[in-house]
């Protein structure tokens, strides 16, 4: 089975305490959701149309893991928290086997 990756490109982060806030209960959600995080807020170049603000790479063992994960209830309280405090791109995503 191909394994699922939750891709966080942010555009702009006009709150960092909600940030800080969604974290909080981001991180655990994401873990008992099987999640493991690749990378979060390193260096970043972007290229064409990309900006280079957080980035955050997040691997599941299937792609079906990483969209329950998302829509678990311990998951949509922290976008609660996180309400408009950034505008980011968010995909879920296949692996290639």
Do not use: C
């Not at 900006?51 to 079906?64: H, Y």
């Amino acid at each position: 089975m191909a394994k699922g990756y939750w891709v966080s490109a942010y555009r702009t982060i006009s709150d960092p305490e909600k940030l800080a806030a969604y974290n909080k209960l981001a991180g655990p959600a994401v873990q008992a959701g099987g999640g493991r995080v690749l990378a979060r807020g390193g260096r970043v170049v972007a290229h064409d149309a990309g900006i280079a603000e957080r980035t955050v790479l997040i691997e599941f063992d299937t792609f079906e893991q990483a969209v329950a994960a998302h829509e678990s209830t311990a998951y949509q309280e922290a976008l609660v928290a996180l309400a408009d405090g950034v505008e980011r791109d968010f995909r879920i995503i296949e692996g290639v086997d």
